[in-house]
């Protein structure tokens, strides 16, 4: 099963990261690059069980499917997994960073893991391209992450 891991520190409290990520998952499409659209299937607050329906854009592949939130520990480490669609697990890991002048930083590590199914193999490019752009996709959805989430902290 691939896999990308790749981390980022951003400045805001870990309470600010993790509020945006597991408590606003309909708002995911303007950070994460591939997802089109993220809904809530079960009413808030986000809990161990909570389920999200998304479209996501894989080579222009429109693909829909359900997450569910498997792990839920406030402001330290969420894992999500998809119930239906592109078989995956994302898992974010919250951490206090150095406080600096500046404020509460927050080091947050990512880790995707997923497999193609040969349906979508069949219809995408290769396997070494599909494992390049997702590794992107995540370096890109991160950085859009923390550009908001510092923009949001300092308003």
């Known amino acids: 099963m691939p896999q990308v891991e790749q981390s980022i520190l951003i400045q805001a409290s870990p309470a600010a990261v993790f509020s945006l990520i597991a408590h606003e998952p ?3 499409p303007e950070w994460w ?3 089109e659209r993220q809904e809530r299937v079960t009413p808030p607050p986000t809990a161990a069980g909570s389920v999200t329906r998304y479209v996501y854009n894989m080579l222009g592949m429109r693909i829909k499917g359900e997450h569910q939130v498997l792990a839920y520990e406030p ?3 969420l894992v999500v997994r998809t119930i239906s669609g592109i ?3 994302f898992d974010f890991s919250f951490a206090s960073a150095d406080e600096t002048s500046a404020g509460e ?3 947050l590590i990512v880790r995707v893991a997923y ?3 040969g ?3 069949g219809h995408l490019i290769n396997r070494r391209t599909i494992e390049q752009q997702n590794e992107q996709i995540v370096i890109d959805s991160l950085n859009n992450l923390k550009a908001l ?3 949001e902290a300092r308003a």
Do not use: C, G, K, Y
């Open 115 to 117: 497999t193609l199914p």
């Open 75 to 77: 402001d330290h480490h």
């Open 87 to 89: 078989d995956s697990m």
């Open 149 to 151: 989430v510092e923009r």
């Open 33 to 35: 690059t591939a997802l």
């Open 26 to 28: 309909e708002r995911m």
């Open 119 to 121: 349906s979508v193999l």
């Open 105 to 107: 930083n927050t080091q």
